[in-house]
């Protein structure tokens, strides 16, 4: 499973290159601070879906306030992955 640290190791990476990942706190504003646009965030969300091998609710993915920090990005792969084990129970 994806920690949150991947996501800020994939953010620093594919994102936004040259940014000290300790510059990107858990729950700083992404989309506030001009760190990731919705561009971004379909790469981010493109990652994600490949990296837990699931998709994730389209009424996820327009709600900007579900993807702009890692800790609600982390929180919306353990939703999906608890949504996942619980479909299969």
Do not use: W
Request: charged share 30%.
């Amino acid at each position: 499973m994806l920690s949150k640290e991947n996501i800020r190791e994939f953010i620093v990476r594919e994102l936004i290159p040259g940014i000290n990942p300790e510059d990107l706190s858990d729950d700083l504003d992404l989309i506030d601070a001009g760190i990731i646009d919705s561009l971004d965030i379909l790469k981010l969300v493109d990652y994600i879906e490949k990296q837990i091998h699931t998709s994730l609710d389209p009424d996820d993915i327009a709600n900007p306030d579900r993807l702009n920090s890692i800790e609600k990005i982390f929180q919306l792969i353990l939703l999906c992955h608890t949504t996942s084990i619980s479909r299969f129970s």
